[in-house]
């Protein structure tokens, strides 16, 4: 069983800058992707990005250019840093990771809220 424990978020003004951390415990299988989602009020969640254990990405267009993903595969841990903080880009921030090759390898960390105030 999987577990990821997320930090990070909180209240940002517009322009500002967060970073969130992920940190997955347990047996992880590759291939597999480590990523960020979000859901805003009344929204579906979206993919904001994701990194493979190999280190390719892929970013939403809303976060190209101003967030970064990164992975640390020795420690099971990605992180998003995210710069020029919008007041759309407040949400609950959910870390995700999915294990390509495992039936029910997919898992979620429980939210952490990400406010930008204008």
């Known amino acids: 069983q999987v577990q990821l424990v997320e930090s990070g978020g909180g209240l940002v003004q517009a322009g500002g800058s967060l970073s969130l951390s992920c940190a997955a415990s347990g047996t992880i299988f590759r291939p597999n992707y480590m990523g960020w989602y979000r859901q805003a009020p009344g929204k579906q969640r979206e993919l904001v990005a994701r990194?493979?254990?190999?280190?390719?990405?892929n970013y939403a267009d809303s976060a190209k250019g101003r967030f970064t993903i990164s992975r640390d595969n020795a420690k099971n841990t990605a992180t998003l840093q995210m710069s020029n903080l919008k007041p759309e880009d407040t949400a609950v921030y959910y870390c995700?990771?999915?294990?390509?090759?495992?039936?029910?390898?997919?898992?979620w960390g429980q939210g952490t809220q990400v406010t930008v105030s204008s």
């Open positions: 990194v493979t254990n190999a280190g390719s990405t």
């Open positions: 995700n990771l999915a294990q390509l090759a495992q039936p029910g390898g997919n898992y």
